[in-house]
């Protein structure tokens, strides 16, 4: 029989919070032992499905002809909009424009019309091939620029931001610049694609397990689809191969067809995509056309700010209301602006509908922000990181944001002081400038470059009533425990710091703490694992499940043992009662035997925030977390190819739960941020067709791509928030700091115009991009040179 053991140190718990434990399921990736749905034991008759995905952008559908698909071998099952018994809508808003099955008409190229269920995956998939499909084409609008000539559809309502008199500010501010950039999108790239399993019950019931960051999402949106109740639908998922918000919505189709499946034939239903189909038929982080002009002095100083931030959303809302809002809750950055107006513009295309992002549209508002230092900086001959310095908040009188929401503890100017000097920026800075212009006289290929940029990002969900969460502790006679709770584990070690918070809570150790899978007939109405809120929600949900029991342990040992409360101690691995001490496991069954209850469900909800989205005004983040990083990077300028050779990286997590984990985060947070705005691009064709959709076309960052100097460092400054044990979020603030790479890149183009002339990189910076950068400013030094050089 399995014994508790207790740490070696009498005084400690092994496992418990601020120490590098081990993701709890690392050695099981390492082994192959950790189960995701596809190794799970296939329950007997399981069939398969298939998405039939439409060949046409924008167009009425005049004809379906599946009789071929039907009679294919292994067929049982097709299905349309026909046959479904609810509502044919699966969004996650509230303007129900996102269909599980095209009836009609069809909005984007590799939208589904149907879905084959067959005995087997591949008999499925050649099934659907064999439909025969007419359109009648209508005109597709495919990008940000054709949806703004056409100017007509918005896919939801946009938000605007302003303080101060913008006008006035900006006509009298002694210069003035507008410009616009570009920024691409980005395919999330989870490891394991989605996938649905749906297992038939009594009375209609249905089981899903279901690779999805919003288990709760999935029960109601398939519990519309079938039109039952949402306790027919049950959700579980113990972890998945990555998410980063890919999963947040887009979950909702696979498991409603593999439901609605399920339910028709009475057997259990897969639905498992190609990485192909995954990447066609599923949203992606939206790209943006950033148009912006900005007022400043002399100095450099900020005085007026006007940003309109295009999106290209897709064929429905899906999320891209919140995420342009988020875009403009994130456009001051770090940075103050007396006069500011922020727009946003979600355009409707007939592509695929783009979603949640890593980010959720704060990493696009941070460009934006850094953009206009960059223009400040070269316009007055300064240093950007001068320029950055110069326009941090301050105290009072500088301190509200363009939502109104005054800045308390910035730790900006803290961190970048810190990070400037154990990068050596300065020195780094003068010697690269040093070389580069040497470079520049004798003609040279490579040219290096170095850019130290800031974060500040609002951590909690924008839409208030989402920060909320629930979890159910249980604590059994031989002091084991389990907990269980709303968010998701993907991989980013939420299990594993709630596990911690929980040993933490009885003075146990991590072994005694099973965290089970999350399911939606334990914990009801949860929060999606979002907003980088995983372990502030489900932390302290969970915290407060243990604190019920231990006030219950409280009391009963001060009535039965007749001491006073403050005499009742929670010791690692016992419990002392007046001038006893109890080993935990002795204590939970004595408690146990006097019938008192050892278990108890826990809730949270986020205080003292609030948002009035129509005012564009509200406290609409529980606090900030804050980071920098310093880049450095070399470019051959035949060829536009590039490495990044250094990084340093000082990020605010507040008092880490487990360092080891967050440092990881940050890590994947980077080269992930990297790579969308290096190596990753999505391109369409004049057909609607992506054809960047699969790694043989589509490159995020290799091994190779890695810095090849990376160092990271956690500031350890405690929360001046009371969140779980002052930690702070890390999942997503991270991933803006890679912004310091695609400037350390301008910084090395613009060496060729002897850092004169602004060099109007735009992202992603690929090496094709990098080049034509480097020959339009060598364009505009024969320009200005009068044709010579």
């Excluded at 398969?48 to 924008?58: E, I, M, N, P, V």
């Excluded at 040279?444 to 924008?462: C, E, Q």
């Excluded at 005694?512 to 372990?535: C, D, L, R």
Aim: glycine share 8%.
């Amino acid at each position: 029989m399995h014994k508790p053991v207790f740490a070696a140190n009498r005084d400690q718990v092994s496992g418990g919070v601020y120490q590098s434990t081990r993701h709890d399921s690392g050695h099981k990736h390492v082994a192959g032992e950790a189960l995701y749905i596809d190794d799970m034991p296939e329950p007997a008759g399981l069939l398969h499905a298939a998405l039939g995905l439409s060949h046409c952008a924008h167009g009425l559908i005049k004809e379906i002809d599946l009789s071929a698909v039907k009679d294919s071998p292994g067929v049982e099952l097709v299905l349309t909009a026909a046959d479904i018994p609810g509502v044919n809508d699966i969004s996650p808003s509230n303007h129900h424009d996102d269909p599980v099955f095209a009836e009609g008409k069809v909005m984007f190229y590799g939208q589904p019309i149907f879905a084959v269920i067959a005995r087997t995956r591949n008999e499925a998939r050649l099934a659907a091939a064999k439909a025969k499909i007419t359109y009648e084409e209508l005109p597709a609008i495919l990008d940000i620029a054709a949806a703004r000539k056409d100017g007509k559809d918005l896919v939801a309502e946009p938000m605007s931001l302003n303080r101060g008199d913008l006008d006035a500010a900006m006509t009298a501010a002694p210069r003035r610049i507008k410009g616009s950039m570009s920024l691409g999108g980005q395919e999330h790239f989870y490891l394991e694609s989605h996938i649905a399993l749906a297992v038939p019950g009594e009375d209609g019931d249905v089981t899903l397990y279901s690779s999805t960051q919003h288990p709760s999402e999935i029960q109601h949106a398939v519990a519309h689809v079938l039109d039952v109740p949402s306790n027919a639908i049950t959700c579980e998922i113990r972890r998945m191969g990555g998410g980063f918000g890919g999963k947040e919505t887009q979950g909702n189709i696979f498991a409603a067809i593999a439901a609605l499946a399920a339910r028709r034939t009475g057997q259990a239903v897969k639905l498992r995509p190609d990485r192909d189909d995954d990447m066609v038929a599923t949203g992606k982080r939206h790209d943006f056309v950033i148009d912006y002009e900005v007022g400043f002095d002399d100095e450099g100083h900020i005085l007026a700010v006007d940003i309109l931030f295009a999106a290209r959303c897709g064929f429905s809302a899906d999320l891209s209301g919140p995420v342009t809002d988020r875009a403009l809750f994130h456009a001051d950055n770090a940075y103050f602006y007396p006069a500011v107006r922020l727009n946003a513009q979600p355009w409707r295309t007939h592509t695929v509908s783009n979603t949640a992002f890593r980010g959720f549209g704060g990493p696009q508002g941070v460009i934006g922000a850094e953009r206009l230092i960059e223009e400040v900086a070269y316009a007055t001959g300064k240093d950007p990181l001068d320029i950055r310095k110069l326009n941090f908040y301050g105290g009072p009188g500088r301190d509200l944001t363009p939502y109104h929401q005054t800045v308390e503890a910035d730790l900006s100017a803290e961190i970048i002081a810190k990070l400037e000097e154990s990068s050596d920026y300065q020195a780094r800075r003068a010697e690269i400038r040093a070389e580069n212009i040497r470079e520049n006289a004798r003609g040279g290929t490579f040219r290096r470059g170095i850019a130290l940029t800031p974060v500040k990002f609002g951590i909690s969900f924008t839409n208030s009533w989402q920060n909320q969460a629930g979890a159910l502790v249980n604590v059994y006679t031989d002091g084991s425990v389990s907990v269980n709770h709303g968010g998701t584990e993907m991989g980013q070690g939420l299990y594993i710091k709630v596990a911690q918070v929980v040993a933490q809570a009885f003075q146990i150790d991590l072994d005694m703490v099973k965290i089970t899978p999350t399911t939606t007939a334990k914990v009801p109405n949860t929060s999606p694992t979002a907003a980088s809120s995983g372990t502030d929600l489900n932390g302290m949900a969970a915290l407060n499940a243990c604190n019920n029991i231990k006030e219950r342990m409280v009391a009963y040992a001060v009535e039965k043992h007749g001491v006073p409360a403050d005499q009742v101690e929670f010791l690692p691995g016992r419990v002392r009662v007046g001038n006893r001490e109890i080993e935990w496991a002795d204590f939970v069954k004595e408690v146990y035997s006097n019938r008192i209850q050892l278990s108890s469900s826990g809730f949270y909800r986020t205080p003292d925030i609030y948002w009035d989205r129509k005012a564009g005004r509200g406290r609409a983040f529980y606090y900030y977390s804050y980071g920098a990083a310093a880049s450095e990077v070399t470019i051959d300028t035949l060829t536009g190819e590039y490495r990044v050779e250094r990084v340093d990286i000082l990020h605010d997590v507040g008092s880490s739960l487990n360092p080891a984990i967050d440092i990881g985060q940050i890590e994947g947070g980077f080269v992930q941020g990297m790579g969308w705005l290096t190596t990753e691009e999505l391109w369409w064709d004049n057909k609607g067709r992506l054809r960047t959709h699969a790694p043989s076309t589509y490159k995020i960052p290799v091994a190779s791509d890695r810095p090849r100097v990376f160092n990271i460092n956690l500031l350890n400054k405690p929360n001046h928030m009371p969140s779980i044990h002052r930690s702070k979020a890390v999942g997503e603030p991270p991933l803006v700091l890679p912004i310091s790479v695609l400037h350390a890149l301008s910084d090395a183009v613009a060496s060729i115009g002897d850092y004169k002339i602004f060099p109007d990189l735009d992202a992603p910076a690929t090496p094709e991009r990098v080049l034509f950068a480097v020959e339009a400013m060598r364009a505009k030094v024969r320009e200005r040179s009068g044709g010579h050089g």
